[in-house]
DNA sequence: TCCTAAGCGAGACGGTACGTCAAGTCTTCTG
DNA sequence: CAGAAGACTTGACGTACCGTCTCGCTTAGGA
């Protein structure tokens, strides 16, 4: 019977925080400038979010995924495939807010791995299935070996962009695609 | 004619960033605290470095460099290093303090870039050149393809125990073997 | 058409005031603790009084009022009579929840000036006259001076109740008496 | 050894103090307006004083005593000294900001009775000392007769004050000599 | 040997942000 | 349509650390 949770106010934060990230980091971030920003009060934020990390990980769920970047109609060619995924990732990273906004997902598991394995587990889930999946299919297909882990190479390839979101290196594609063609290579069949 | 910087003093903040961090975390570390627990005062600290992230990256320099564990003889058989290495960089990661300060290290890199990279660089660069040297070696003995690209390879296993150590997983040597013998597959001269 | 003011809400609400006060002390009873307390709600609490110190204010109304105990019946002698209102107040004093009550009062005063002055006219004026009264009964009878002002002795008889709740001395019945022996003297026609 | 305490920043919040009082009343003042007012950090406030009835006191102490004006030669005429006293607590308690003042210190007492009362007994005491000796004197000369209790005139003659000051009337000195009058009448030798 | 300039502990200082509390206003639904 | 429930903005609370700034006390060189 109380009057309802406002969603504008709500709408409110999560975007002041994705601002605020991409700005100055997920360091520079305090509630007071998240509130002043977002036209709201500190007690209406700490009413909802128990933490600063709880309300990046809310901001980053309704956000574009970082690292879970578009995904385009799988092919069967597994190397085009992961080529067009790295190609994908590779451009959702090179926009600095999206950066910013891994690096606070990486900032935020690094000093509460619990909620961090939380946050990771859901950006990286999608990505880890998509990846097995096709590997699954071209082995299917009989173009990779059955002793081959999939579920590793994915998380691999989800360990690759975390570092180098991590160290913010301009996604070198051209390594990524080599990386990817030695992958070929070792999981391919003889 | 001045006094010399005491030793003792230096020595024991380090120590005590390295303490602190095992305990609660880069993020819950104060200078205040570090000063208390250093027996020293905030002014010495604020002396000698510039900043919270100054203190870590000395101390982690003076210890144990995490993600660089005890290198063993390398030997002519590639996979064998690798696997050894990876074995060791597991048991490095298995002892709670070690995982913190690798934690600590990515929460300062992921928080201050620069500063990050840096001590990156010098933290992955002997490891990098390590895992590069085996290949080349192996490629002069004929077993790897003229076209591998060692440094990227190498970079790969960095990323996976930095990827590691953030998710705080249990270092699962099974699943880094079978990641390493797709990677020996792949580079392997046909 | 219009619903009735809750009479059961108002009486709730005055009494949560009266055992908060008694409880805690004016200082600490907030709306929102006299709102649990009462079972009502807090725009309930603001649509019939303008303040904390209005609700005190009818709180004390209702209630007994203190520095105005029961009065007996009145005498011929003026000593007496006030040697038995002095007893009454004492009494009505030596009980904690009506000091607190009184504090209250007071406190109100000394921060809302306008507000206080209303209220202790209300409840200081019967005192005041009746005293007055008593002076000048005995002063018909030809016991009083003709030059002396009743008022200003009544005045400082509640002068005297008010400073001793104040600094919630025990209030000492041989003093206050001693008092009063000195005033009838002083009164007195030669 | 460490750096002494600033009297300056302690002296610049017990006049920000006594300003916010005479402006505002006790209840509107705030320690954060208080540390913007004196230019000083609210930490520096908390770090020398428990409460903010603390720092009225200490302003109370360091200023002028209300209820304590300055005190002229004493003569062998107690209703005359007595006027003089009287006429000059009027005057000080004309002024709003002494007033002010005078209702802040009992607006404390009547919400901390532990610490007011001690204030309060600092205040008192001189002036009782001072009336009282003055009745003494006088009954060594004979003019007061034995059975007075002096002590009990003079805390009277500090609840009138006291009950002016909280009324906030203008100190009616016509009433208050017509009751030093009474008084001399009842304390006097027949 | 003593002088003296810096190092050092201690901790006060002006700040910023924290997370909490209550004030007073505003919705919503229920009786 | 009054009233309970409670979300909302506002603003102060008292605390924790920040980085800077004296203090008075070592503690070496260089004189």
Redesign the interface.
């Known amino acids: 019977m109380p009057r309802p949770r406002s969603e504008k106010a709500q709408q409110a934060v999560l975007s002041a925080m994705r601002r605020a990230v991409a700005a100055g980091?997920?360091?520079r971030v305090t509630i007071e400038g998240l509130a002043a920003e977002a036209g709201v009060s500190k007690q209406t934020i700490y009413r909802w979010w128990p933490s600063k990390a709880a309300i990046l990980g809310e901001a980053l769920l309704e956000g574009e995924i970082p690292g879970d970047p578009p995904r385009h109609e799988p092919t069967d060619d597994l190397a085009a495939d992961l080529h067009e995924w790295l190609t994908a990732a590779g451009a959702h990273l090179s926009r600095p807010e999206n950066i910013a906004l891994a690096?606070?997902l990486?900032?935020v598991?690094?000093?509460d791995?619990r909620l961090?394995?939380a946050l990771?587990d859901r950006f990286a889930r999608q990505t880890v299935a998509w990846v097995s999946e096709r590997i699954e299919h071209a082995r299917a297909l009989g173009m990779v070996?059955p002793d081959?882990?999939a579920e590793?190479?994915a998380?691999?390839i989800?360990?690759?962009t975390?570092?180098?979101a991590?160290?913010?290196r301009p996604f070198d594609a051209a390594?990524a695609f080599?990386?990817v063609?030695?992958?070929?290579?070792?999981?391919?069949t003889d």
């Not at 063609?181 to 391919?188: E, P, S, T």
């Open positions: 980091g997920y360091q690096r606070a990486i900032a598991t690094a000093t791995p961090g394995a990771n070996r081959v882990d590793a190479i998380d691999e989800v360990a690759l975390s570092y180098s991590l160290l913010g390594r080599a990386f063609d030695v992958l070929m290579h070792g999981i391919a």
